[in-house]
Each structure stands twice: as C-alpha cells, then as structure tokens.
T-cell receptor, first 113, second 110 residues
Framework: DARVTQTPRDKVTEMGQEVTMRCQPI?????VFWYRQTMMQGLELLAY????????DSGMPKDRFSAEMPDATLATLKIQPSEPRDSAVYFC???????????FGPGTRLLVL | QQQVKQSPQSLIVQKGGISIINCAYE??????FPWYQQFPGKGPALLIA?????SEKKEGRFTISFNKSAKQFSLHIMDSQPGDSATYFC?????????FGTGTRLQVFP
C-alpha cells in the first residue's frame, strides 16, 4: 500500500529556531507539493516540484522558507527562523504528472512558541 | 479568476439525510474537478472527481453534479452516515496544481 510519509508528525519549537520537515513521496511519482493548512486560510499551496525541479514557490515566504528535493525519494521544507505565525499543519502530496490526483501524507503539525 | 468558492462553511445533517456542498469557479480552462475528504488528524484523500464533459458522476452514495454553463459543481452525499463526518474540499486543476476551496465541515448526527 503505497503512501506518502512525513516526518516529524508533530513538532514544537521556540521562535527563532530552524524547523525541517521531510517528505517521502510515493515511489514513481514525479510531482511533489507542499501545502500549509490553517483554520483561517484553509489549504495553501506553498511550493511544488516536477521531476525534482522547483516549478512554483510563489506561495512561500521567501525570506524564511525554503523547499528542496535532494533526490527523488526526499523532499524537504525548511523554516528559518520560525515564527509563531508559522504554526500550522504542513502537508506533502505527490502525484504522477500529467494525471491530476494528488496523494497526501499525514501532515506535520508545527507549533512555534 | 483562480479561486474556487465553496459553501457552506459548515453543515449539520441528520443520519439518513442528504448532504449538499456547492462550489463555483471562474476559470473556464479548468478541466478536472475533484472532491477531497479529510478526517481529523489525517491528510485529505481523493473522494470522487469529474470532468466537464459529463454532468454527473456517481460512486456509491457520493454524486457530483456539474453545471458547465453556470460554472458550478456540487457534491451530494445520500443517506449520510456519522462516518461521513469530515471536512470536504472541492478543487479544480490548473496544470499540475489544484486550486482548493475553503472546505466544508460536515457533521452527521445519529
């Protein structure tokens, strides 16, 4: 049963600390998406990759957020420095372009104190 | 023009009733309209999807109705069950990306 995995599942940190979230997409999928979910904003697309190349990161605050795919089995989302307003659930999703279905991971719940 | 507007924000339905969630879009270039279901503590999961060349798609108790001329589509859940209690998101594609609605929290009471 192929699934998207994300680590950590929960993260509590203090303001100013670096946070790294990891995602393992489904093997063979060539698109990876990072979303942020909050009660106020719903699901926001932060960035996405196709064949490991970043195609759109316009949803990301560039000064503190960065997203990378070091290889086809790992995507990372970093926040440095973290701020309380970054508290949210961060989801990774993968898919097979040009098909449209996205498969979501279980999310990383981030709390910045 | 890239937005997908979803309503209502929350919905309470009695067991056995019909749940209806509505979405509207502006961009006529959208050609794929999925609905995702999200349970608390989980990621969204694809529930059912439709393309604009058909007006209705049914899978079990879940039906999408699509009105291309009105640029609207809706999810109908027949014989709603307490296990259907979740947040539902409509979406529309923009190339590889999906534009999500704001979500509807459905509660089905016994």
């Amino acid at each position: 049963d192929a699934r998207v995995t994300q680590t950590p599942r929960d993260k509590v940190t203090e303001m100013g600390q670096e946070v790294t979230m990891r995602c393992q997409p489904i093997l063979g999928h060539n698109t990876v998406f990072w979303y942020r979910q909050t009660m106020m904003q719903g699901l926001e697309l932060l960035a996405y990759f196709r064949n490991r190349a970043p195609l759109d990161d316009s949803g990301m605050p560039k000064d503190r957020f960065s997203a990378e795919m070091p290889d086809a089995t790992l995507a990372t989302l970093k926040i440095q420095p973290s701020e309380p307003r970054d508290s949210a659930v961060y989801f990774c999703a993968s898919g097979l372009s040009p098909a449209e279905t996205q498969y979501f991971g279980p999310g990383t719940r981030l709390l910045v104190l | 023009q890239q937005q997908v507007k979803q309503s209502p924000q929350s919905l309470i339905v009695q067991k056995g009733g019909i749940s209806i969630i509505n979405c509207a879009y502006e961009n006529t270039a959208f050609d794929y309209f999925p609905w995702y279901q999200q349970f608390p503590g989980k990621g969204p999961a694809l529930l059912i999807a439709i393309r604009p060349d058909v007006s209705e798609k049914k899978e079990g108790r879940f039906t999408i109705s699509f009105n291309k001329s009105a640029k609207q589509f809706s999810l109908h859940i027949m014989d709603s069950q307490p296990g259907d209690s979740a947040t539902y998101f409509c979406a529309a594609n923009n190339g590889d990306k999906l534009i999500f609605g704001t979500g509807t929290r459905l509660q089905v009471f016994p």
